[in-house]
């Protein structure tokens, strides 16, 4: 049961564009919305969370959006840089819950 | 990533041997969680433990998985009679607290291939 979809396996965009990664969940349980980013043989990052309460959290060079209507997060990354390049995870823990669900990911490519 | 460590990075195992997986969380963290990831698929919630119990095991398959966080030492992944399907990269994470907002901080991962 894929509760947190990333509809897109992969994402090219040209360096100094914007990227928008993007995440759909079908729990509306859901009350904190993370994004992790991972390089090959390593581990998750964390990247930027947001609480449901909030539709907007940005932190530098990164912001993620939260439609709650439409149980849809979205990353944007501006402007991308060649180090952006990688596989990008939106997670989303219930409210109480600790079982965090991650979405299949997204490769983002940042070509020079 | 820094100060989560989980050992070995690669582990080989034949098809009925057992597997141990290590997780030492970052200094100060009393709670982990472990979890796999299969290839082409995210990462998959497996267990969420504190300090000797065993908080949510929702994710753990019923045979042959089993999880402990003992009061020293690291946190123990151990997979008894592995089979192919096994074969995944195994993370672990840990993070200070539970409540409303809190990060997990993964681990390197240790790749199990079962041959």
């Known amino acids: 049961d894929q509760q947190v979809k990333q509809n897109s396996p992969s994402l090219s965009v040209q360096e100094g564009r914007i990227s928008i990664l993007n995440c759909d969940y079908t729990?509306?349980?859901?009350?904190?919305f993370l994004w992790y980013k991972k390089y090959p043989a390593e581990g998750p990052t964390f990247l930027i969370s947001?609480?449901?309460?909030?539709d907007k959290n940005e932190d530098g060079r990164f912001t993620v959006f939260l439609n709650k209507s439409a149980k849809h997060l979205s990353l944007h990354i501006v402007p991308s840089q060649p180090g952006d390049s990688a596989v990008y995870f939106c997670a989303a823990r219930p409210n109480n819950n600790n079982d965090m669900r991650f979405g299949a990911g997204t490769r983002l490519t940042v070509k020079p | 990533n820094a100060g989560v460590m989980q050992n070995p990075r690669h582990l080989v195992r034949r098809r009925g041997q057992e597997a141990r997986l290590r997780c030492s969380p970052m200094?100060?963290?009393?709670?982990v969680y472990w979890y796999r990831q299969l290839p082409e698929e995210g990462l998959k919630f497996m267990v969420y433990?504190?300090?000797?119990?065993?908080?949510?095991e929702s994710g753990m398959p019923k045979e042959r998985f089993s999880a402990e966080f003992p009061k020293e030492g690291p946190s123990i992944l151990r997979i008894q009679q592995v089979v192919r399907g096994d074969s995944a990269a195994y993370f672990c994470?840990?993070?200070?607290?539970?409540?409303?907002?809190?990060?997990?901080?993964f681990g390197p991962g240790t790749r199990l291939t079962v041959t």
């Open positions: 200094k100060g963290h009393s709670h």
């Open positions: 433990l504190q300090k000797e119990n065993i908080i949510d």
């Open positions: 729990n509306s349980m859901f009350d904190y």
């Open positions: 947001i609480s449901s309460i909030k």
């Open positions: 994470a840990s993070s200070p607290r539970t409540g409303d907002t809190y990060e997990q901080y």
